[in-house]
């Protein structure tokens, strides 16, 4: 059975560092892994989507790593702004499209 | 386009009362899928809808049910309300195959059991 981790659970920092959240999964076969973002008591906004064949995704200030043989994950953050602060959740797919989700890192970026 | 949207936004029902939400799927996409979100976890798989069958079923009791449209548009149904089912339903949206499958999140109906 697909386990998903995500460390830390909870993550504040100043305005301005760069950032990194971590997602581990335990069965390395894997469609694909996106990253989604959750305002509270919002629905999940798609950041990025890294399919199994690829190693990174970049959109903007965020850029996203998968290494599918050690079942992690890494979503980077550069220059964090106030903005930022959500919930990040990452989920794998492993075929037909049926997302196993982490628990989230709930980030917090202080002015 | 409108995106994924959901109906109602927020409901309140009593304990073994029944329930239906609704869902539209994104424009072109023809896979929509129901997620549970209990407060502080992270989405729960429910179901799967594809050319209006059920193709895939998380661990849910037979009290959840769905069906899908031809239009593509979607409801999840949820008999003998208990008060764990208080949570988040999320419904998702994908595109027929285009390499991707990425999956599009509706903003979610907030469902309270009292």
């Known amino acids: 059975k697909q386990e998903v981790t995500q460390i830390p659970a909870a993550l504040s920092v100043p305005e301005g560092e760069n950032l990194v959240l971590n997602c581990s999964f335990t069965?390395?076969?894997?469609?694909?892994l996106q990253w989604f973002r959750q305002d509270p008591g919002k629905g999940l906004t798609s950041l990025l989507l890294i399919q199994s064949s690829q190693r990174e995704q970049t959109s903007g200030r965020l850029n996203a790593s998968l290494d599918k043989s050690s079942g992690r994950s890494t979503l980077y953050i550069a220059a964090s702004q106030p903005g930022d602060s959500a919930t990040y959740l990452c989920?794998?797919?492993?075929?037909?499209?049926?997302?196993?989700f982490g628990q989230g890192t709930r980030l917090t970026i202080n002015p | 386009d409108a995106g994924v949207t959901q109906s109602p936004t927020h409901l309140i029902k009593t304990r073994g009362q029944q329930v239906t939400l609704r869902c539209s799927p994104k424009s072109g996409h023809d896979t929509v899928s129901w997620y549970q979100q209990a407060l502080g976890q992270g989405p729960q798989f429910i179901f799967q809808?594809?050319?209006?069958?059920?193709?895939q079923r998380g661990n849910f009791p037979d009290r959840f049910s769905g069906h899908q449209f031809p239009n593509y548009s979607s409801e999840l149904n949820v008999n003998a309300l208990l008060l764990g089912d208080s949570a988040l339903y999320l419904c998702?949206?994908?595109?027929?195959?285009?390499?991707?499958?990425?999956?599009?999140f509706g903003p979610g109906t907030r469902l309270t059991v009292t």
């Open positions: 998702a949206s994908s595109p027929p195959w285009t390499g991707g499958y990425e999956q599009y």
């Open positions: 809808y594809y050319e209006e069958e059920e193709r």
């Open positions: 989920a794998v797919d492993q075929g037909a499209q049926k997302l196993v």
């Open positions: 069965d390395s076969a894997i469609y694909n």
